[in-house]
């Protein structure tokens, strides 16, 4: 009599499985209606049998979660109704529950053991029972619209706070960018004032250096004047040492680590080549190696290898820098850049892993991959280039901190 479900999911959206306040309200008024009708009903001592299965009908409906479970509590609460006149009379309370199934057929179910119980009921009874389920079904549907539109609501609830987050994070990336140009900029018009005081203040003290010395050699037989000369000459060395040091000063401020590798991985060509960065106030000398580090291992794959993609990352580590350039190249390109070196092969043998460590060297005979190790071994560092199977080439290089080095 019922069509079954396909599965739970068949109930309608926002359905929970649980009776809600305002159904518990519907059926309790609608059970107090029917018991109200009993007076009307022929006198039978299955009328608290009758009732008790039809909540219990109405629970499995309302609870069950498996669509067989709900089948059969209403197919047999149907089927009693259908040859038991008593259980006909608690019929709105099942009509109720059957007004949440999906299925059209479902919530119709309730009108065959109606028509077979009419009989039985008498005409007026029959008449206020079917009143009785048709306004079941509408005060379920009532409840399922109201349900729907809670679902509605917390569907549109969870996608404007996806939205708020969504601005939020965009916001902060905004944020952080805003800043970022700021400090470009900064930098930048600290190198510009740099640029200025070496181009003109710097050369003009160089000049009146050079004129106090020539007038001391043109008054070299006036002690005097020779000794005024003299302090003079000191005062503007000391004004071109102060000079020259806030020069350093700017432009060491002016170098900002992560701008440079942009513009090394970009002038690299490589269309797979991109940068990961992760590091906050680099050292500026850490900051030189890693740029002379990235631009000698980018122009080494260029020249030398077959790779189609290089990631260089630089991260901070509590107790490190790191910098990273790993490309896909084949262990024969990195093999053949070797001998385009000095003539032979430099590597570490297999490692444990299974991996075959060898350095590319550039055509002058792998001076290039020394100077690597000197810039690296200058700042307490260690650096390692080799070519792992299946994985492509790396060039692998960790800076100490200053804390960490003075230990």
Known sequence: MIAPHAAPSARPEGYTGIMNRERAIDQIVLAALCLASLPFAPPSDAHVVAFLAAVAATCCLDVASSASVRIAAAGAYLAAACALFSFA????????????????????????PLAA???SLGMPLAALLLALCVAACLMAWRERRAEGERARSRALRDSLQE?????????RDLMASHDYEVRLATLA?????????????????????????????????????????????????????TVRKSVHDLHDDAFDLRSRLESVVEACGLPGARLSFDARDVPVPVAYCFVALAREALSNVVR????????????????????VVQDNGSAGAASAAVGKGSGEERS???????????????GEGGLGLKSMEE?????????????????????????????????
């Open 163 to 171: 939205r708020s987050l969504s601005l939020a994070r965009k916001n």
């Open 189 to 241: 018009e600290r190198a510009r004032i740099a640029r200025e005081i070496h181009d003109n203040v710097g050369h003009l003290l160089t000049r009146s250096v050079l004129q106090v010395e020539a007038l001391q050699v043109v008054h070299a037989e006036d002690e005097r004047a020779r000794a005024d000369l003299a302090q003079v000459g000191a005062t503007l060395h000391e004004a071109m040492d």
């Open 348 to 362: 570490t043998g297999p490692s444990s892993t299974g991996t075959t460590a060898a350095a590319p060297l550039t």
């Open 304 to 323: 030398h290898s077959d790779a189609t993609r290089v990631d260089v990352s630089v991260i901070e580590y509590p107790a490190f820098y790191q910098l």
């Open 89 to 112: 009379s608690f019929l709105p309370l099942v009509a109720y529950a059957l007004g949440f199934e999906r299925s059209r057929l479902a919530r119709s179910a309730w009108i065959v």
């Open 117 to 119: 119980s009419a009989r």
């Open 375 to 407: 810039r690296v071994a200058a700042l307490g560092g260690r650096l390692r280039a080799e070519h792992r199977a299946g994985k492509g080439f790396r060039v692998f290089a960790i800076v100490p901190k200053e804390e960490k080095r003075n230990d």
